[in-house]
């Protein structure tokens, strides 16, 4: 290409020699042509030839893209996460060691099962070994069989620590109790009166017989006495021998009256007698009544002791440890040592839905929750459906539940370990559409609001 600049400077100097006008227009349109002549034949960038294609392709692309994008309208909301039958906590009632630890994380365990020990004065195993004992002896004593009660005292009982008075109180009744057993004295002075009274019954048996047969003799005796007082009164028979008859008469009826006496007596007798052994069976069913009183109230000095140093199952589950926990480590009043997680169960969450958003949310409706224990970039998000609404309203708006379909786990595949009361924010997704619709939406209202504004 020629270079232009030595002419262009020639021609615009004002000292250049050269002064013709026609030569000037020539050689200014000469330049010109030259210029055009490089524009025309220089070929354009790849960016000046299919710039303009390249970015509308960009912007169909971009177009197309936004309905494949999903953008809902969301409604934010905060609740808890709550179960049906959620996961029962073991705490610890005293501080102490931790002296024994059975169980490991996600073990099975059963309701009432030993789980752990906390430091005791007494020794663990001797306590549990009497209170399974004193159990056993409550059933016997109930059903009666008090002969075995000694069978289930071969324990070991040197180290009860602080349920030692409570045993020595239960032996205590448990002597006194064997009065009223077995060959005890009560018993066996019982059994003599009762002896006795059946002795007195057989008397008093023979002098019942005796009066009948008295008074059947009276009956002969009075009628053979009327008989002699008629011939006495016919004058056959002397003063004398009538009141003979009399005599013997009288003293047979004296004879009556003192038998009848005698019965009563007898009967009397034996209603006290009775009566004693009705006190003796009294204080020998008082003697069991209190004896089970005691070992109700022995039972329950151990239950106490078992509920605070021993860690139990409280229902049928699997074990989740609260945090990290050894043997001899130091736990607090109060502190939670465990979980038992019921082996089946169901989660979900509980919301309160604001007035202002009531018209808008229904049941069916799917939710996405986060949890803000668990960041979202890291567990990602739990799905759910709103499943319940309540028809009526409180301080703080509607309660409604959402199903959890897929249990804890999130998006990204991880579990959100369950935690009651645990804190949620919620999105419900009201109107599942696409980002292009929206922008259609976007514009036609904007479109509306134009044509409201010209009209007014």
Not at 104 to 120: A, M
């Amino acid at each position: 290409m020629p270079n232009v600049d030595p002419i262009e400077d020639e021609i615009i100097d004002d000292d250049s020699p050269i002064n013709n006008s026609d030569n000037v227009d020539m050689n200014r349109l000469a330049v010109r042509n030259q210029v055009i002549r490089d524009i025309v034949s220089l070929n354009p960038g790849f960016i000046v030839r299919y710039g303009l294609t390249f970015f509308a392709s960009i912007l169909l692309i971009m177009v197309i893209a936004t309905w494949f994008v999903n953008y809902p309208d969301l409604i934010a909301t905060n609740g808890s996460l709550q179960a049906t039958n959620p996961p029962t906590k073991v705490v610890a009632k005293v501080q102490g060691k931790l002296t024994q630890l059975f169980v490991k994380e996600r073990e099975i365990v059963k309701q009432g099962e030993i789980l752990g020990f906390v430091e005791s004065v007494g020794d663990p195993y001797e306590i549990l070994g009497v209170l399974s004992s004193l159990d056993t002896i409550r059933l016997l004593v109930s059903n009666g069989d008090d002969g075995r009660i000694s069978n289930f005292l071969n324990i070991k009982t040197d180290n009860l620590g602080q349920t030692q008075s409570g045993y020595q109180s239960f032996i205590s009744a448990y002597l006194q109790y064997k009065q009223a057993i077995g060959n005890g004295i009560l018993v066996q002075k019982l059994k003599l009166l009762k002896e006795d009274y059946d002795i007195t019954q057989q008397v008093n048996a023979n002098v019942v017989q005796q009066e009948q047969k008295q008074e059947e003799d009276f009956a002969i005796a009075k009628q053979q006495f009327l008989a002699n007082q008629k011939l006495f009164n016919d004058h056959i028979i002397s003063t004398f021998d009538f009141n003979a008859e009399k005599s013997k008469i009288i003293s047979k009826e004296l004879g009556l009256e003192q038998l009848k006496s005698t019965i009563i007596n007898a009967q009397s007798t034996n209603i006290a007698k009775m009566q004693a052994i009705l006190d003796l069976e009294n204080q020998i069913s008082q003697a069991r009544e209190t004896f089970l009183e005691v070992i109700n109230s022995t039972l329950a000095t151990f239950e106490e002791w078992k509920k605070n140093y021993i860690l139990t199952a409280p229902i049928d589950g699997s074990v989740v440890f609260a945090g990290f926990f050894q043997v001899n480590q130091l736990v607090n009043a109060g502190e939670v040592i465990l979980y038992v997680s019921p082996l089946s169960t169901s989660f979900f969450v509980q919301i309160n839905i604001r007035q202002s958003d009531f018209g808008e949310i229904k049941p069916g409706q799917k939710v996405l929750m986060s949890f803000p224990s668990y960041p979202v970039e890291k567990f990602g998000k739990v799905k759910g459906v709103l499943r319940f609404i309540s028809d009526i309203a409180s301080d703080s708006g509607y309660y409604a539940t959402i199903a959890l379909p897929n249990g804890l786990t999130t998006t990204f595949g991880k579990e959100i370990k369950f935690r009651d009361k645990l804190s949620v924010q919620c999105q419900i997704i009201t109107r599942d559409i696409r980002l292009f619709q929206r922008f259609i939406y976007k514009g036609r209202g904007m479109l509306q609001g134009v044509a409201n504004s010209s009209q007014r």
